[in-house]
């Protein structure tokens, strides 16, 4: 039996990915910042499936809360699967948007540096010392960032930090193999998700025309869903990525192919 911490979990990818390791046989410790009913029907979903979970509120962009987040993980840890470890971490918790170079402030530059690289950096920090030998960690990066990516205006900063993830993506590969800790990343392209921006804008809600287009730029001719990701991700943190390491995997239907 495994347990996996998946970071943002009360939607979207985060939601897929819970209940994907869910079918693989694996317990959940999942985290929310503000929507505390998806996280719960998030669980609900995992325990449909028969597996274990644990809701637990975090703001990744808050590391000053990271100690007592540990905290609390290893509370329940102690006190739901009577262990001191866990074996996957996925680090998907963001927020996505745009904004021209010429009109990036240094506020939202911090909030992207805070949440997307920041963040997820000093967590798996915080978290590293209760990560299980042979575990596995996957971050959630943008197809934004890679250089065979479609380069889209507006998305500096964002694309910015997202690139910052996958290089250390790569160097964690490094530094924890040793353990025989497995790092990567997956890059998803355009996503029907319910991320919203710095002003709390959710995308494809409010932009639905989007939509056509962007299938249109797909080789597969639609936008992905979360499970499209969440199913490489599970893949990832199990056996069948038991010889996977420091990649960067895109997961777009072949976006701008």
Do not use: C
């Not at 905290?71 to 963001?94: I, S, Y």
């Amino acid at each position: 039996m495994s347990v996996a911490i998946v970071v943002g979990a009360s939607s979207g990818i985060g939601q897929s990915t819970a209940v994907q390791l869910a079918r693989r046989g694996t317990d959940v410790i999942l985290t929310y910042s503000g929507n505390e009913a998806g996280a719960l029907e998030t669980a609900a979903a995992v325990e449909k499936e028969g597996r274990v979970a644990v809701a637990l509120r975090l703001d990744v962009g808050r590391t000053e809360t990271f100690p007592a987040f540990r905290g609390q993980v290893v509370t329940a840890l102690r006190d739901t699967w009577q262990r001191d470890t866990f074996d996957h971490l996925v680090n998907n918790a963001g927020f996505g948007g745009m904004a021209r170079f010429e009109d990036t402030t240094e506020e939202l530059f911090d909030k992207f540096l805070r949440v997307l690289l920041r963040g997820p950096y000093f967590l798996t920090q915080q978290l590293l010392p209760l990560l299980a030998d042979g575990g596995a960690i996957v971050n959630v990066s943008s197809n934004s960032a890679l250089s065979s990516g479609l380069v889209e205006a507006g998305y500096s900063a964002y694309a910015t930090m997202k690139g910052g993830l996958n290089v250390l993506t790569r160097v964690l590969a490094k530094e924890l193999a040793p353990r025989g800790i497995r790092v990567n990343a997956v890059s998803p392209g355009p996503t029907r998700t319910r991320i919203s921006d710095a002003s709390g804008v959710v995308a494809f809600e409010a932009f639905p025309e989007a939509i056509p287009m962007l299938a249109a730029k797909t080789a597969l001719g639609r936008i992905g869903e979360p499970d499209d990701i969440g199913m490489v991700i599970a893949t990832l943190l199990g056996e069948e990525g038991r010889w996977i390491t420091a990649q960067n995997i895109e997961v777009s239907g072949g976006y701008d192919l």
